[in-house]
């Protein structure tokens, strides 16, 4: 599949680039995607979640009333399950909530999500650029050269480059990632990715290892 190289500007430089057809072209694997999804977004929870039990709770530990012949179920003290203000039952504890994959199951969702963005026409590449100073209204001014203002845009570049990423920080539909660092959620969430000439060597080195 071949793309034309467009400049900053939104203009054709003449030149055209073939996406690698491993990369690019696959037939999309939707249970890896899935699972390469619901492994990132575990790994952004704080798993931080906690509730007292029992034994946690400060209180008499003096038996309320007698074992049997109550009419009700049986307790102990103020702290028990059962009473208001009492400990929690197997309640959450602090825990990390991340998994493993392994590593062809992840590069294969990658590729996966990116055959997905080839077949529905929404992979732009550009030249590389820089800008002099940190600028979102240049960021934006791209964004509308390329005419992809309004959507959400995922910049992919060969390596970090704080002034580009400076400029789109303040934008709420707008994200700036290294080709190294792609993954799975990003691509899929995004309408439409502006690929840089070299990032696109990166993502070939990384996904065809």
Do not use: C
């Not at 491993?22 to 509730?51: C, M, W």
């Amino acid at each position: 599949m071949e793309i034309n190289v467009l400049n900053i500007n939104g203009q054709e430089t003449g030149r055209k680039v073939t996406l690698n057809e491993s990369i690019f072209g696959i037939e999309p694997n939707d249970h890896v995607i899935y699972l390469d999804v619901k492994r990132y977004l575990a790994a952004q929870r704080q798993g931080t979640a906690k509730a007292k039990e029992r034994s946690e709770h400060a209180g008499s530990t003096r038996k309320l009333g007698r074992q049997k012949g109550g009419g009700g179920a049986r307790h102990g003290d103020i702290n028990s399950p059962l009473l208001r203000g009492g400990g929690r039952v197997f309640g959450p504890k602090p825990r990390d909530y991340s998994f493993k994959l392994n590593k062809k199951v992840t590069a294969l969702a990658r590729k996966s999500a990116l055959s997905y963005k080839a077949q529905e026409n929404a992979i732009i590449v550009v030249e590389d650029f820089n800008f002099e100073a940190p600028k979102t209204k240049e960021f934006v001014n791209v964004a509308k050269n390329l005419k992809v203002d309004g959507k959400k845009l995922l910049l992919v570049l060969p390596e970090s480059n704080k002034n580009v990423y400076l400029s789109a920080r303040n934008l709420q539909r707008s994200e700036v990632i290294l080709a190294a660092s792609l993954n799975t959620y990003k691509v899929l969430n995004a309408d439409v990715m502006v690929v840089t000439e070299n990032s696109l060597k990166t993502i070939d080195s990384v996904l065809n290892k």
